[in-house]
Structure formats: structure tokens, C-alpha cells
């Protein structure tokens, strides 16, 4: 059933994409510097090496050490996920190109540049490298990237360090990517930007690009909790330089969750079920979040294990561990992997269970990340603590003829790890943070027919997906030897099963199936905001030549969200100059007749309003008084209060519960505020507090309405729908302009719909429902409306 969603999913794309401009810290190169090769480009004679696949954008760069030579260029064996997934799109002729902008991890001379650059480009034309200096590299990646981000994304806050020089560079390397891809874009291209080494590109590329150019954006790496990230001093501009995305991807909900979070807190963001929106000061940007979990190509894998060379190791690898339990891991040099405590769980399992003495045999892959003589000292002493234990662990457990710990600390060749994968009859992947970590995903593929036993930190991403593992916390280490014993005791039937659901998710959710579904995600999003952008805008040549020929007009305002920004606190929405001396011209034409239709209360309205010529209804059509001023207010005839102190006393019970949160006592109306309060939890109470008013308005006649960031009771039957109908009533205007930005305006709209009339929502959100006839995106945009209107 899997296999089929995948194969259905080449019938989504209904047209052929655009060229796709992918942007990484890293390009899908390998550059080795050799001194006796006689020419750029040439293939290397060396074994193959795979990359850590799950380790994007990780790769060390090669630094010239002055000795002269040539540069070497060759393609890593195993394409990268991405590269991978581009390859099929194009194979398929479902993209028209792709174009990969990264650094090319190799420090020369400036000088030597332009002869590298025509040198990759001739490698393969896909390809557009960036090259940093020796100062960039240390301060940008090295620095920031590696001892900041890297480190404080994966929770290991003990060993982050932070200079502002670092996070300078971080700005001029993203800066340098953002001009690169902007002098490469052209109209149709799609743009995506992967992980945290680019963060800032999709708001730089905003300045320098038309607003319509799709931007995509995909954080491989796990999204910390807020929490966490809010120890970053540069924690907003980087939020901020994601948010420039129409589109963001995350491994797993989880990490989207923690990045919503820290939106919504640092930022002051409107959460929406489908993403944010972010207010500028001229326009209004609505950014998608989704989930999309990587994959591998399995293919390369199964063709691997078919070469001669890879079964007659894999024959070799049975002799020599004939008769023994193998487990296999895989890590990286650094405290991500958690290598010395996977290395006490062995020892313990060897003292205390003598059975498997000469019968079970650790393979440690050790993989470096940096040359030895370019170990931080952290990494050196986490090298020499994994030595000395190795040695320790042969050392007590082990004969002349046997060791229970292979420790391989290198690259490992592509033949040869397929090999070790298919051998191990138990994977122990335990990092103690991972975005997904497809070491588990290439480790199912090989075990085909072998049916090996998977054990998955339930901190990698892969925990989510792979519901075949055997999932541990990874800083338990009774909790992973008694996984361990579980796996080597395991019956064939339930080994079968395991493997079976793992096999099946990752045959269905390949790199091509990841790639295809953002790519399709992202020109869905992007060709829908156009495409209703252009339909709802609201016409304002239209609107003014309406104006102008029409002898009778009347206006209907909303006031918070249409004629000012929201703003943290009721009582700081004070009116400007400009917009008092628009709404005074706009009254003082006969023609005119303005009303501002609010839920504000009618003394906060009068203060400030009530000295300008225009009509005014609060409280949401409660009070009304008609334009002019000093003129008297009408009471609605259902605004029935005994309710008033039942519904008071429940919400001054959340306010009391909820930090940040307010009641505004209104004359007749009540409102809970929780803009101030804890995003989530304000968020979790408001649906309490609903839940609770639903039961008392079974006892009295009463509307709930779920505004933004408050919740607001009164009477039922008293609506701001009601208060048009009464003012058209009496007049018959030729030119009706009605403008409001939240649910509570919808019924405005709704006694418009078959009026001639001009409705316009104030939503960055296009596709929230409206009864609006048009869409303006700020309160910047109304205020300009209408100083225009006011100049005719």
C-alpha cells in the first residue's frame, strides 16, 4: 500500500516545474588536493567513500597547505538526498532543470578561484560553487556553524561557544549566497535553501527578488525548543531570515512545533493552522510549515549489493564472524553520537552476561569530520576517551585470536559498509539528537531477506518513522542493553514483521518522494497566493472611480486590525494624526457618511474618535450613535445583561490562571485578552474557556466570538451585520465601502454579498474563508485607501 502512494504521487504534478535553484552549505563534490594528479577533474584511483548521508552539509573543507599541487575533483559515489531526488524529477521530465549553488568546501589562494570554478562548472554544469577565504571559513562555519548553531540545535548547550565576529561572518556568507542565487534567478525558477548554515538567504533574497519568486526552505537538522533557542543574541534576525520562505520544511512535526513556538513568542506571530503571518511595514506575508521526512534512494544500495565485489566481501566478512552475533553503528567524530556510552553498555553487557563472551562482536564505525591536526580539543579528547575504551573493552574480553569491538576509525568505502550492513544482524543507532539520521533507513534496505533488528534513539527523527525499530532513550543504558538482549533473542517471526513495516516505509518514502512532494508543495503554494492575490485583490482604480461618480456614500470601518496594527494591549491602539485627519476629510464631504463599526468599548471610542464628524457603533453593534458630533448613543433592544456576571466570573477565573491574560470589562460586552500570555498555553486555555462559555450560553442567549488573541461574549442577535442592516435601512447610498479584518466583520460582509458594494477582508492568510469581495493585506494599505479617497 506504500509502494503504491508513492508511484501514485508522479500523477500530482499536473505541469512541468521550472528549473529548481538549490542552495547549500555544501556542493555534492568531493575536492581532494594531490600534488602529482596532472590535471583538474581527473577520476580518482582510490576506493569510493560514502558521505554520512545523514549528516547534511558536515563535511570538512580541504585546506591548502602551501605545498603546491593541483586540485582534484570527483562526485561523491552516493549522491546526496537532494541531488538524488533532482535527478529523477528531471529523468522524468517532470522539472526543466536544476541548478546547485554551494560552497565548495576547499580553501586556495583567491588568485586560484576562477581556475577551480570553469574546472567544476566542466565537471558537471550543474554545479555553481562558492568560494570562502581562510576568515570566512574559521569565523562562518567553522565558528558559528559548528560551535553555535550546530551544537545548540542537537542540545548539547555545555560545549556552545559564541563570538560577534562569528555571527558577522555568518551574515556576509549568506549575503554572498543571497546575491549569487539572486544573479541566477530568472522568472519561473523555484528557490530552496536547505539548513542552518543559510538561515538569513530567504529574507535577503525578499530585497533583491520580486515578491512572487517561490522560496523554499528545509531544516535537516532537529529545530530546538524555545527553551533553547531563545539563548541565541542574533535569535530574531534568524527567525526572521526563515520567515522569508513561502514555504518550511522540518523533519518531524516535533521540531516544526518547537520553531512555531519560538515564532509566536520572540516574534509576536499570529499562528495559523497551516503556517504564520508575518506583518511588514508594507505588505503582509503568509509563510507555509510542513512536515516532510527525508529518505534514501534505495536503489543504489540494492545494485551495490549486487556487484561481485560486495558479495564475495560480505561472504569474506561470514567466514571470519562465523558462528557470532554482529551489531554494527555508524557515528561521527563529535558528542552528537554518544559513542562512549554505547561503548559502557557493551562492557556492561560482557560483565554481566558471560554467555556471549567469543559470541557477539561490536563494529564501531568512528568516522572523522576533520582531519586529526584540526580536532577542537573537545574532539580530541572524545577520540582519546573511545581509544582507550576500545582498548580497555579487547583488552579484558578479548583472546589473541579474537576482539569483541572492531573499532574502524576512518572512511569507510561504499563496497564495504553495504557489506558491514548486510552482515550485522543488530543496528544500534543511538544519538542523542539527530533531524533524521538515514543510517537506519540505508541499514533496512541492506537487511533485505536478512531481516536484521534495528535499535533507534527515540531522539533521531527516524524514531517517527521507522515503526519497526526498537526504540530507547539513548542516555539509559539498561534500557539499550536490554534492547540489545531483546534483538539477539529475538524469534525469526517478529524479526520478519519489524523489518518488514521498516523495509516498507523507506521503499515508499525515498529521497525522490521527499524531494517531489516539497517541490510540489512549495509551486502549489506560491502559484495559489498569485493566482488569489490576483483574483481578490481589492480593484482600487475601481473603487476610486466608484467614488468619484457616485453622489451618496456611506463607510464602514472596523477599527483594530483594519484602521490601526493590533497591538499588545487594548489600550495602546490610539488613532494617529494621519488617520484622524483622513476620517475628519473623509466626513466633512456631505456626500459622505462614515461609521466606525467596532468591539471596542464606547468610551475608549469616544476618547478617541468623538470629536470627528462620524457615526460609531461598539461593542459590536451594542451602542450606535449616527454621524456628527456630540450627537446621542442608541442602546440595542437585545443588549440583555443578566448573564453579564455569571460569564465575568469564569473568565476572571482564566485570567487568574493564565499569566499574561486580561478581562476587559466592557458596557455591556466582556473580553478575555490573551495576546501577552504564553503563546501555547494561551492558545490551550482560550479553548477551555470556549468550552466552558458554550455551557453557560445553554442558559442565556449569548454569541461566543474567537477573535484575535481574545475571546469575546454578548447578548445574541447583536452583531455588527445587524447595525448595516439598520443604516441601510435608512439611506440609499450608490457607493458602500466596507473594510474589517477578523471573523467578527464577516457578518458585515455577509449583508453585503448581494449589495453593490465594495467588502474588503484587511488577511495575509488567502486562503481563509471570506464573504469579502476583495483583500487588502495591512492596515497601511487601508489608511492609503482611504487618504485617497479623501483627495478626490
Known amino acids: 500500500m506504500n509502494i503504491q502512494r508513492s508511484q501514485s504521487l508522479n500523477n500530482i504534478i499536473n505541469e512541468k516545474l521550472g528549473r529548481i535553484i538549490v542552495a547549500s552549505n555544501t556542493l555534492p563534490i568531493s575536492i581532494t588536493k594531490i600534488t602529482e594528479t596532472p590535471s583538474i577533474g581527473s577520476p580518482l584511483n582510490a576506493s569510493k567513500e560514502i558521505p554520512l548521508t545523514s549528516s547534511f552539509g558536515m563535511s570538512e573543507p580541504v585546506r591548502d597547505n602551501g605545498n603546491g599541487g593541483k586540485i582534484q575533483v570527483q562526485i561523491s559515489s552516493i549522491p546526496f538526498p537532494i541531488e538524488s531526488a533532482l535527478d529523477t524529477l528531471m529523468n522524468k521530465q517532470e522539472i526543466e532543470d536544476w541548478t546547485w549553488i554551494g560552497w565548495s568546501h576547499v580553501e586556495l589562494p583567491e588568485e586560484d578561484f576562477p581556475s577551480l570554478e570553469r574546472s567544476i562548472k566542466d565537471f558537471n554544469n550543474h554545479f555553481e560553487p562558492i568560494f570562502l577565504n581562510e576568515h570566512l571559513v574559521d569565523g562562518y562555519y567553522k565558528g558559528y556553524c559548528k560551535n553555535a548553531l550546530w551544537l545548540l540545535l542537537h542540545y548539547q548547550l555545555n560545549f556552545v561557544k559564541m563570538q560577534s565576529e562569528w555571527w558577522d561572518d555568518y551574515v556576509v556568507v549568506n549575503q554572498m549566497f543571497a546575491n549569487k542565487i539572486a544573479a ?22 525578499r530585497k533583491l527578488l520580486p515578491l512572487e519568486a517561490p522560496i523554499g526552505f528545509f531544516f535537516h537538522a532537529p529545530f530546538p525548543s524555545y527553551e533553547l533557542f531563545r539563548i541565541l543574541p542574533n535569535r530574531k534576525e534568524i527567525l526572521k531570515g526563515i520567515l522569508g520562505s513561502n514555504l518550511i520544511g522540518f523533519q ?3 521540531y516544526l ?14 499562528v495559523h493552522p497551516k503556517g504564520l503571518e508575518i506583518v511588514e511595514e508594507t505588505f503582509t506575508h503568509f509563510t507555509k510549515l510542513q512536515v516532510y521526512p527525508i529518505g534514501v534512494d534505495y536503489n543504489d544500495f540494492v545494485k551495490n549489493l549486487n556487484l561481485p565485489d560486495v558479495a564475495s566481501r560480505i561472504e569474506s566478512l561470514r567466514k571470519i564472524f562465523k558462528g557470532k552475533k554482529v551489531l554494527v553503528a555508524r557515528d561521527r ?4 553520537e554518544a559513542v562512549p556510552r554505547k561503548l559502557e553498555v557493551i562492557e556492561s553487557l560482557l560483565n554481566d552476561h558471560p554467555e556471549y563472551h567469543g559470541k557477539l562482536v561490536f563494529i564501531q564505525i568512528y568516522e572523522p569530520t576533520v582531519e586529526e591536526e584540526d580536532e577542537t580539543e573537545e574532539q580530541k579528547i572524545l577520540h582519546k576517551t573511545v581509544n582507550e575504551m576500545v582498548g580497555r573493552i579487547n583488552g579484558k574480553f578479548g583472546k589473541l585470536s579474537f576482539n569483541p569491538i572492531e573499532y574502524i576509525n576512518r572512511k569507510v568505502t561504499y563496497e564495504e559498509l553495504s557489506a558491514l550492513y548486510k552482515l550485522a544482524d543488530v543496528a544500534l543507532i543511538t544519538p542523542i539528537r539527530d533531524g533524521m539520521n538515514l543510517t537506519s533507513h540505508e541499514y533496512v534496505v541492506c537487511q533485505k531477506d536478512n531481516f536484521g533488528v534495528l535499535i533507534l534513539s527515540e531522539f533521531a527523527g527516524a524514531a517517527r518513522c521507522l515503526g519497526g525499530a526498537i526504540i530507547v532513550n539513548p542516555f539509559s543504558k539498561k534500557e539499550i542493553m536490554g534492547a540489545i538482549i531483546e534483538a539477539l533473542n529475538m524469534n525469526g517471526v517478529d524479526k520478519k514483521l519489524k523489518h518488514q513495516i521498516n523495509y516498507n516505509y523507506v521503499l515508499a518514502n525515498t529521497s525522490s518522494f521527499w524531494g517531489k512532494r516539497f517541490l510540489c508543495d512549495l509551486n502549489e503554494a506560491t502559484q495559489q497566493e498569485v493566482q488569489e492575490t490576483r483574483v481578490l485583490k481589492a480593484n482600487i482604480p475601481e473603487i476610486e472611480d466608484s467614488y468619484k461618480k457616485s453622489k451618496s456614500r456611506v463607510f464602514f470601518l472596523d477599527y483594530d486590525g483594519t484602521l490601526t496594527p493590533l497591538v499588545r494591549l487594548p489600550s495602546q491602539a490610539m488613532p494617529s494624526k494621519h488617520l484622524i485627519d483622513t476620517l475628519a476629510k473623509l466626513a466633512s464631504d456631505p456626500k459622505n457618511d462614515v461609521y466606525i463599526i467596532s ?5 475608549s471610542l469616544e476618547k478617541w474618535l468623538g470629536h470627528i464628524p462620524v457615526g460609531m457603533s461598539c461593542e459590536h453593534g451594542v451602542f450606535t450613535r449616527p454621524p456628527g458630533v456630540n450627537q446621542p448613543w ?13 460569564v465575568l466570573q469564569v473568565m476572571q477565573d482564566f485570567e487568574d490562571r493564565t499569566p499574561g491574560s486580561m478581562v476587559e470589562i466592557k458596557q455591556v460586552n466582556l473580553t478575555w485578552h490573551y495576546r501577552n500570555a504564553d503563546p501555547d498555553f494561551g492558545q490551550f486555555q482560550a479553548r477551555e474557556l470556549v468550552a466552558q462559555l458554550y455551557a453557560v450560553a445553554n442558559k442565556y442567549p449569548l454569541d461566543i466570538l474567537s477573535g484575535k488573541k481574545a475571546i469575546e461574549v454578548k447578548p445574541i442577535g447583536v452583531n455588527k451585520g445587524e447595525i448595516v442592516k439598520m443604516i441601510l ?14 471573523k467578527t466583520d464577516e457578518d458585515m460582509f455577509k449583508v453585503l454579498t448581494n449589495v453593490p458594494s465594495y467588502s474588503i477582508r484587511v488577511t495575509a492568510d488567502l486562503k481563509e474563508s471570506t464573504k469579502a469581495k476583495g483583500i487588502l493585506e495591512s492596515s497601511q494599505e487601508v489608511l492609503s485607501l482611504l487618504n485617497k479617497l479623501s483627495s478626490l
Not at 567524530?333 to 552528537?336: E, K, P, T
Not at 442602546?635 to 443578566?642: F, G, L, R, T, V
Open 333 to 336: 567524530l563529535d558528542q552528537i
Open 729 to 742: 435601512s435608512k439611506s440609499s447610498p450608490d457607493f458602500i465601502l466596507c473594510i474589517g479584518d477578523d
Open 599 to 603: 468591539g471596542r468599548d464606547r468610551v
Open 257 to 270: 512545533r518547537h520553531f512555531r513556538s519560538s515564532c509566536a513568542r520572540l516574534l509576536d506571530l499570529e
Open 184 to 205: 541566477t534567478w530568472r522568472p519561473g525558477d523555484i528557490i530552496w535553501i536547505h539548513d542552518y548554515h543559510l538561515m538569513l538567504v530567504p529574507q535577503m533574497l
Open 252 to 254: 518531524s512535526f516535533e
Open 634 to 646: 442608541v442602546e440595542s433592544p437585545n443588549a440583555e445583561q443578566s448573564w453579564k456576571e455569571t
